[in-house]
């Protein structure tokens, strides 16, 4: 069964760090490009940062780039996501997604105080 579930969320004040993690089972994580998502309250789920099969190259939303760094370790079947600098703004559930997307799990909270 495919599953994606996501872990490491809390609560931190601005300018701290967090690392999240994302556990896949059910297909081979290796043979996909993944993701991070988020949903802040009232607002649409949006891209956050993207990293290929390898781990070779990322990408990064204007928003976050230089603060967040997305990592992957396929023989774990992890997908981290590491944030500093963390700020109010990046108040939201996290999820991991692969491309083409599975199905989605039910993310992690980050709560982020001024």
């Known amino acids: 069964q495919v599953q994606l579930v996501e872990s490491g969320g809390g609560w931190v004040q601005a300018g701290g760090s967090l690392r999240l993690s994302c556990a896949a089972s059910g297909f081979i994580l290796s043979n996909y490009d993944a993701s991070w998502y988020r949903q802040a309250p009232g607002k649409e789920r949006e891209w956050v940062a993207r990293i290929s099969p390898t781990g070779l190259t990322t990408y990064y939303a204007d928003s976050v780039k230089g603060r967040f760094t997305i990592s992957r370790h396929n023989v774990a079947r992890l997908v981290y996501l590491q944030m500093n600098n963390i700020d109010p703004v990046d108040t939201a559930v996290y999820y991991c997604?692969?491309?083409?997307?599975?199905?989605w799990g039910q993310g992690t909270q980050v709560t982020v105080s001024s």
């Open positions: 997604n692969v491309h083409p997307a599975r199905s």
